[in-house]
């Protein structure tokens, strides 16, 4: 499986943008760019996911390199609920897999 | 819309002392999926149904049984639960292409 390597840990101030980096330098041609979330105590979810082009929705925005071998995720403005644990996961759109999980990076937003 | 529910949600067991994890989606999902998360760990995943009637083993199978008798029901059983299995639990569906939802997991100890 192709993984990713993501910063174990980032900090960023409430009310300001926040880029989170993920690499993904084995990632194949096939595969999507997944970011899910895990708010304290609870399951994982969805934030965004994208293939070539950067993508935006209500929650956030995903920026794909040219390569592809590297994306961001761009949270516009943290707020104090926004502090979680990121996850970058590289699978294929509609296969029955399931989803591969790292460490993920742990953000903290200070007010 | 409750999406995907798990039950119990807390439980302690006896080493040897046999389970049963409940997960129940509405949303009429054909995949369905079980995870284990330990402290500052990714979501690794145990076994997992592409349908009705089916199952599938996933990176950390062994110790686990399933069962999904009806499409919105994914069973996982523990026979003789160790103290390795002490870990929280996630259930998670899917269809396609769609994003995967998740439980709020089960918090399972076992001394």
């Known amino acids: 499986d192709a993984k990713t390597t993501q910063p174990n840990s980032m900090e960023s101030n409430e009310e300001e943008p926040v880029h989170l980096p993920c690499n993904h330098s084995?990632?194949?041609?096939?595969?999507?760019i997944h970011w899910y979330r895990q708010l304290p105590s609870q399951g994982p979810e969805y934030v965004i996911h994208?293939?070539?082009s950067n993508v935006n929705n209500r929650m956030a925005s995903l920026a794909i390199a040219e390569d592809r071998k590297s994306s961001t995720l761009i949270l516009h403005r943290a707020t104090l609920r926004d502090a979680a644990v990121y996850y970058c996961?590289?699978?294929?759109?509609?296969?029955?897999?399931?989803?591969?999980f790292g460490k993920g990076t742990h953000l903290i937003i200070q007010p | 819309n409750a999406g995907v529910t798990q039950t119990p949600k807390f439980r302690v067991l006896k080493t040897g002392q046999s389970m049963t994890l409940l997960c129940a989606q509405d949303?009429?999902?054909?995949?369905m999926y079980w995870y284990r998360q330990d402290p500052g760990m990714g979501l690794r995943l145990i076994h997992y149904?592409?349908?009705?009637?089916?199952?599938a083993k996933g990176e950390v199978p062994d110790g686990y049984n399933v069962s999904r008798l009806k499409k919105q029901n994914f069973l996982l059983g523990l026979e003789s639960a160790a103290p390795s299995q002490t870990s929280v639990y996630f259930c998670?569906?899917?269809?396609?292409?769609?994003?995967?939802?998740f439980g709020q997991g089960t918090r399972l100890t076992v001394v």
């Open positions: 996961i590289l699978g294929t759109g509609g296969g029955a897999d399931g989803l591969t």
């Open positions: 949303m009429n999902h054909e995949y």
């Open positions: 994208g293939l070539t």
């Open positions: 998670a569906s899917r269809s396609g292409f769609a994003t995967t939802f």
């Open positions: 149904s592409v349908g009705e009637g089916t199952t």
């Open positions: 084995t990632i194949s041609g096939t595969d999507y």
